[in-house]
């Protein structure tokens, strides 16, 4: 489930479903939810990051507990279901910001796995390509293409802001433009992305403003690493008392 394609009103009743007569418009029999669904099963639960902090605390409760309550529902219902979820957030930095709540982080960060983004994998794009390229045809109804070396070499060449979206996107446009069964350079707009990608004197930012930001980050990640505590952070930082003090009050830390 995609947590972030569902508005929150809605997103709660899909995850623990409703009793009946719980709100207007709900069935009169209930509904199950996802995690009633996945009795004994797997939930995969992407975009986490993006669900509101009132409904963390209900997830909480489902990971600690193992239970939960239905909308409208006075039933503890218990569950035994695997939860796996994915972000494209840092959510240590949501943490921070207070937008993610630090017990649920250490909840579900049992097992971490980080995918790099595909501009640090580019002998990825190869392989994507070609696994990506049928699906794309057979979606547009058309015969499967195949990629030219030189479009290769374009697609290797390039950063990828967008990430797996953004390949997927150059070459869905790429095969409605091609007119034969192979995509060539001049297929892909990628040159004019990269254009608009390519730094400008109007992109670079003041020194001090740079600095300042990554001085910030830098006490944030040590008090986190530290547990909260701050003696330890000023400590690992090697700054004095007072300027240490100092920075937290003027970044609001």
């Known amino acids: 489930m995609n947590c972030g ?9 899909e995850l623990f479903g409703y009793e009946g007569g719980a709100f207007t418009g709900a069935r009169a029999a ?5 995690f009633e669904l996945a009795q004994g099963g797997t939930i995969f639960l992407d975009e986490i990051g993006e669900i509101s902090l009132s409904l963390q605390v209900k997830l909480l409760q489902v990971l600690q507990d193992k239970t939960f309550f239905k909308i409208g529902g006075n039933r503890n219902i218990e569950v035994n279901v695997r939860i796996i979820v994915a972000t494209n957030k840092n959510l240590e ?3 921070l910001k ?18 790099p983004p595909l501009r640090e994998r580019k002998g990825d794009i190869y392989p994507l390509v070609q696994n990506m390229l049928p699906f794309i045809c057979s979606r547009l109804g058309c015969e499967i293409k195949r990629i030219s070396g ?3 070499s374009v697609l290797t060449g390039y950063e990828w802001p967008g990430n797996i ?19 060539l350079s001049t297929h892909l707009t990628i040159d004019r ?9 109007a992109d670079i930012r003041p020194l001090k403003e740079v600095m300042d930001e990554a001085e910030k980050r830098a006490i944030a990640e040590a008090i986190l690493i530290s547990g909260g505590d701050k003696k330890a952070a000023m ?19």
């Open 98 to 115: 207070g937008r993610f709540r630090e017990d649920l982080y250490y909840r579900i960060n049992v097992f971490p796995i980080w995918i």
């Open 30 to 34: 209930g509904k199950a939810g996802m």
């Open 193 to 201: 992305i990269m254009d608009y990608a390519r730094p400008k004197m």
């Open 235 to 253: 400590n690992a930082l090697k700054i004095g008392k007072t300027s240490f003090y100092e920075k937290i009050n003027k970044y609001g830390i």
């Open 150 to 152: 030189e479009a290769l």
């Open 93 to 95: 930095e949501e943490m």
């Open 5 to 13: 394609s569902i508005p929150e009103a809605l997103l709660e009743s």
């Open 165 to 183: 979206r953004e390949l997927e996107n150059i070459l869905e446009r790429a095969v409605n433009l091609a007119e034969g069964n192979t995509i």
